[in-house]
């Protein structure tokens, strides 16, 4: 009996392909480092092709004008997809990166397996392009890349064509392909599919509606909020139904959750191998993220639909949802659903507010001290479905403090004289009670923390003190907290929107 595959051994041989026939490759005889699988040798050869200027001149590149379809591949034999990389200009711009579309068609399907927007289809939507890094997908300083391995038998073609009314000035390619004398006939063949969707109130949103065998292997989704920016949408649970289930055999616990993060991305974007979030915008309330199901690949065999709530009961209002779903399945596959008429991603989405003559707390953030406890800058979107009651979106949060504990913030006043002061707060279960101090001055009234909920306080007004030209220094100190206040940093929390000096 051969030993069992680490996962290590697993990822490399899915990135590094089949091996040769009537051969036994290194990673299969025994368990040893992920790039054993390159110690095999492979029968073919690689078949490069590219946007090379075949004068020999430098002018490596092709256009695309707007209608138009540039044919990046067209190899007959038997082989693997096994590098593609691009780059584009002009240089990220949405309307061509979300209308720009990818094609892929294997062997003599009629349809292809792969229509996706190119932005979406490398792993991030709205049409943006941002630097991650992941085991199948990246962008790069300027580049596109994926490393799936998309096999085929007999004949495979890759176009690229331009939805936009912009032309693709300099379109860069390099596709690289292991030559194969044949596949073997269990081998699956590569897809992915985009759909985008407004949510409806009781209606989940599906990913995939695939028939056939196969497996699935990652998602891309990008949400936007039509209006506001509440992050609630992010309550939804994955919910995949296996080979005709009546009941999903898996069910998440929240969008962020599915994407191996927490508490509504609350450190915002990162990259790392199988899971991401390349953007988190709380002027929008734009999210986008990935996730390969590499450890973890979902196989069925004879259906499976992918659907995820929006809300914890498909709840969250017109939320925009565009998603790339990626498997391998037998062909010939189902019918894909028709590509939306507007591509574009939404850009009527209500600014973020800003009230006037706001000093931003969090704008503080490398001046302030604390005697006890940390400083830390705070996305609000998600606790607000009216999206507009927190200046700029964002929050000065205390952490870990306690009774008697001190926050100083240096203000800067160009004139002096006596000035209204009015400072903006957020309560919350678990926040606690301050007292303002300018100057040394103690001022009135006490600020208290406690709230069912999190909300704004909206103003709070110190009254007309008096303030230097120049430096002056605020100072914000825990007094109490309500006995209803617990949780963490046991009730004593703070968070500060900002202070107004008025006239």
Same mark, same amino acid.
């Given at each position: 009996m051969s030993p069992k595959l680490s996962k290590s051994d697993a990822l490399a041989a899915l990135l590094a392909g089949l091996a040769a026939p009537g051969t036994t490759p290194l990673h299969a005889q025994r368990t040893g480092g992920p790039l054993d699988a390159l110690t095999a040798p492979h029968p073919g050869r690689i078949a490069h092709y590219s946007s090379r200027d075949t004068t020999g001149g430098n002018d490596d590149y092709r256009t695309i004008a707007p209608g138009a379809t540039l044919t990046l591949v067209d190899h007959h034999g038997a082989g693997v997809v096994r590098r593609w990389w691009v780059t584009i200009a002009p240089r990220n711009d949405h309307r061509i990166q979300r209308q720009l579309i990818v094609r892929c068609w294997w062997d003599d399907e009629t349809e292809p397996s792969v229509e996706v927007p190119i932005s979406d289809?490398?792993?991030?939507?709205?049409?943006?392009?941002?630097?991650? /890094?992941?085991?199948?997908?990246?962008?790069?300083?300027?580049?596109?890349?994926t490393y799936w391995p998309m096999p085929f038998r007999r004949h495979a073609r890759i176009t690229v064509e331009n939805r936009s009314a912009v032309a693709v000035g300099s379109f860069y390619y390099n596709v690289d392909i292991e030559t194969r004398p044949t596949l073997d006939d269990s081998t699956l063949y590569f897809h992915a599919q985009f759909r985008r969707t407004t949510t409806v109130a009781g209606q989940p949103v599906t990913l995939l509606d695939a028939t056939g065998r196969g497996q699935y292997v990652g998602s891309v989704i990008s949400m936007?909020?039509?209006?506001?920016?509440?992050?609630?949408? &992010?309550?939804?649970?994955?919910?995949?139904?296996?080979?005709?289930?009546?009941?999903?055999?898996?069910?998440? /616990?929240? /969008?962020?959750d599915y994407f191996s993060s927490g508490w509504y991305f609350d450190t915002g974007p990162y990259s790392s191998l199988y899971h991401g979030l390349t953007i988190k915008d709380s002027l929008t309330g734009r999210v986008s993220a990935y996730r390969w199901h590499i450890e973890d690949p979902i196989p069925f065999t004879r259906a499976l639909r992918f659907t995820i709530e929006h809300g914890g009961t498909n709840d969250a209002p017109r939320t925009d949802y565009s998603t790339v779903a990626f498997w391998y399945q037998t062909h010939p596959h189902a019918p894909f659903p028709a590509l939306p008429a507007d591509l574009l991603p939404d850009t009527t989405t209500s600014a973020v507010m800003r009230i006037p003559r706001m000093i931003e707390a969090e704008s503080l953030l490398a001046v302030a001290r604390?005697?006890?406890?940390? &400083?830390?800058?705070?996305?609000?979107?998600?606790?607000?479905?009216?999206?507009? &009651?927190?200046?700029?979106?964002?929050?000065?949060?205390?952490? &870990?403090?306690r009774p008697g504990a001190r926050l100083t913030l240096p203000i800067r006043v160009r004139t002096g004289g006596v000035h209204e002061l009015t400072g903006y707060f957020t309560r919350a279960r678990d926040y606690g009670d301050v007292r303002v101090s300018l100057n040394g001055r103690p001022l009135a009234p006490i600020v208290r923390g406690y709230a069912p909920q999190v909300e704004a306080t909206g103003p709070i007004s110190f009254g007309r003190v008096p303030f230097r030209s120049g430096a002056n220094t605020l100072v914000v100190e825990i007094v109490g907290k309500d006995p209803r206040a617990a949780g963490y940093s046991g009730g004593y929390l703070v968070g500060i929107d900002g202070i107004a000096i008025g006239k």
């Open positions: 289809f490398f792993g991030v939507g709205f049409g943006e392009w941002q630097q991650y /890094t992941s085991a199948p997908m990246n962008m790069t300083s300027g580049g596109y890349d936007q909020p039509l209006h506001g920016r509440s992050l609630g949408f &992010l309550e939804g649970d994955e919910r995949v139904f296996v080979d005709g289930e009546a009941a999903p055999s898996i069910v998440g /616990t929240g /969008t962020e604390v005697s006890a406890g940390e &400083l830390r800058v705070q996305d609000m979107s998600g606790f607000e479905p009216d999206s507009a &009651l927190w200046s700029g979106g964002t929050q000065l949060w205390w952490v &870990l403090a």
